[in-house]
């Protein structure tokens, strides 16, 4: 069991798992990005919206992953508020989605999921 | 001796913040590791935990700051495009479009490839995983000491926003050097 006679632990694993939310968006856009010329285009926020000037794809990647973390951090930390959880499992978990977005933005292997695609070359 | 608004900011994104944010992961990390009931009195603890908050809110702090400032000021200008005729293969005409200028040469055409594609969007990883680490410091504050489980979290949090933010600052240096924003 782990320490209880602080504030419960819920709301700082929702920031983890946000982040790692967050960062698994991310990475995906990336390689979506690749993968299909629709998404690429909708992706150009700065043509599409005005944010930014020049930025292509780039900003619609980075605002999305962005938006994740923010979003799923309200809604993780409204659910897990005055909740004490297993940060070791919780963490764990958090690893596994910040690792997936590492994965998914490093090159050899994003570059190797494209390929998955023939359409997309 | 001067800059050019684009020498300026380039220097803003990638010297001036990145040396603050290695200032502040070089603090906030001693400072974690060293929150523990077995080294410190509950007084040093107490007496820590404002450091630490600045240390860790202003790293997160910064992260934003240099991604948003990276992305939108001079990203565009690395990536802008040179006029319609322009031969693509001729680096002597290509000084003003760094990203053309590093693909024009075998030699050079990986910094593009490799690395500013993995760093253009790793270090957006930067700034959420320093948040959460700046949001689990402020939450339990002087008590962060009394939750291993917690701190141990944070620490490894900690260690992967400087991971994520050093593969950007590092290639960021590199292609600077290949291909500056000038």
Redesign the interface.
């Known amino acids: 069991m782990?320490?209880t006679?602080?504030?419960p632990?819920g709301?700082?694993a929702a920031?983890?798992v946000?982040?790692g939310i967050?960062?698994l968006v991310?990475?995906l856009f990336?390689v979506l990005n690749e993968v299909s010329p629709d998404i690429n285009n909708f992706l150009k926020f700065d043509a599409n919206w005005g944010i930014?000037?020049?930025?292509?794809p780039?900003?619609g990647?980075?605002l999305l992953?962005?938006g994740a973390?923010l979003l799923s951090w309200l809604g993780l930390h409204l659910g897990l508020r005055g909740k004490e959880v297993n940060?070791?499992t919780w963490?764990a978990f958090?690893?596994l989605l910040?690792l997936g977005?590492?994965a998914l933005?490093?090159?050899?292997i994003f570059e190797y999921i494209v390929h998955l695609f023939p359409a997309a070359e | 001796m001067e800059f050019t608004e684009r020498e300026l900011w380039a220097v803003i994104h990638g010297l001036v913040l990145g040396t603050l944010f290695l200032l502040a992961f070089a603090g906030g990390l001693a400072g974690l590791y060293s929150l523990n009931a077995r080294f410190m009195t509950p007084e040093g603890i107490a007496e820590r935990t404002p450091r630490l908050l600045i240390g860790t809110w202003g790293m997160a702090i910064i992260a934003w700051l240099t991604v948003i400032t990276g992305t939108f000021i001079v990203y565009p200008w690395y990536r802008a495009a040179p006029p319609e005729g322009t031969d693509l293969a001729d680096p002597s005409v290509l000084g003003d479009f760094p990203r053309y200028l590093l693909l024009a040469s075998d030699s050079t055409a990986e910094w593009h490839r490799f690395g500013m594609e993995w760093k253009e969007h790793v270090a957006w990883m930067a700034p959420f995983l320093a948040t959460a680490v700046a949001f689990a410091v402020l939450y339990y504050g002087v008590n962060l000491y009394r939750r291993g489980d917690v701190r141990r979290a944070v620490l490894v949090f900690f260690t992967l926003a400087f991971a994520a933010a050093g593969v950007a600052g590092l290639f960021g240096a590199f292609i600077t050097k290949a291909a500056p924003v000038a």
Do not use: R
């Open positions: 782990q320490e006679q602080t504030k632990n709301p700082v920031v983890f946000a982040a967050g960062s991310l990475g990336v930014g000037k020049g930025v292509g780039l900003s990647k980075a992953g962005t973390f940060m070791t963490l958090a690893l910040v977005g590492f933005t490093f090159p050899p």
